[in-house]
T-cell receptor, first 111, second 115 residues
Framework: GNSVTQMEGPVTLSEEAFLTINCTYT??????LFWYVQYPGEGLQLLLK?????DKGSNKGFEATYRKETTSFHLEKGSVQVSDSAVYFC??????????FGKGTSLLVTP | EAQVTQNPRYLITVTGKKLTVTCSQN?????MSWYRQDPGLGLRQIYY???????DKGDVPEGYKVSRKEKRNFPLILESPSPNQTSLYFC??????????????FGPGTRLTVT
């Protein structure tokens, strides 16, 4: 079946540090891949997505590249801010409309 | 404003007392879904609906019911809640057209505690 594996958190970084959150997946066919972000007390918001191999999704300074050869979709940001503190979820959609989520990675950015 | 609303946002109840969590979207989306979020487990799908009167089980449907009588509403029903249903619940919706991966919009969540 489909599954998503994310690096364990929490991740604590200083402001302006470089961020990488690893995500790998197992899926049949050619899934679409997503990163969602959940700010404290809120629902999930789509951060970025990629629908085919070698696509790069980007938004708000975050990027992720769909790597079919390594079945990965790692999230990166060159310089994090305190306002980026949140929980980040990697997800995939293979057939149908259901999203398979990873367990989430909590990020805390300190001033 | 395009949004998914859920009510109530917080609920504390006792074992066995039937409850309903409402979900409504104003984007005319065909697809709607319920997830539960538990620490260390991420989000797991409970039920989903492809359109009015069309519903199906997700990964963890036991102990839940849903209905889709109108396109905008997708209530989650717990006929006899148990403590293991204590969780954070999210409703989501999206357009549906072939295999296009439209964005799913999430509600703000309902935190349910069953004692």
């Amino acid at each position: 079946g489909n599954s998503v594996t994310q690096m364990e958190g929490p991740v604590t970084l200083s402001e302006e540090a470089f961020l990488t959150i690893n995500c790998t997946y197992t899926a049949t066919g050619y899934p679409s891949l997503f990163w969602y972000v959940q700010y404290p007390g809120e629902g999930l918001q789509l951060l970025l997505k990629a629908t085919k191999a070698d696509d790069k999704g980007s938004n708000k300074g975050f990027e992720a590249t769909y790597r079919k050869e390594t079945t990965s979709f790692h999230l990166e940001k060159g310089s994090v801010q305190v306002s980026d503190s949140a929980v980040y979820f990697c997800a995939l959609r293979s057939s149908g409309y259901a999203l398979n989520f990873g367990k989430g990675t909590s990020l805390l950015v300190t001033p | 404003e395009a949004q998914v609303t859920q009510n109530p946002r917080y609920l504390i109840t006792v074992t066995g007392k039937k409850l309903t969590v409402t979900c409504s979207q104003n984007m005319n989306h065909e697809y709607m879904s319920w997830y539960r979020q538990d620490p260390g487990l991420g989000l797991r799908q409970i039920y989903y609906s492809m359109n009015v009167e069309v519903t199906d089980k997700g990964d963890v449907p036991e102990g839940y019911k849903v209905s889709r009588k109108e396109k905008r509403n997708f209530p989650l029903i717990l006929e006899s809640p148990s403590p293991n249903q204590t969780s954070l619940y999210f409703c989501a919706s999206s357009y549906q057209a072939g295999t296009v991966p439209y964005e799913q919009y999430f509600g703000p969540g309902t935190r349910l505690t069953v004692t």
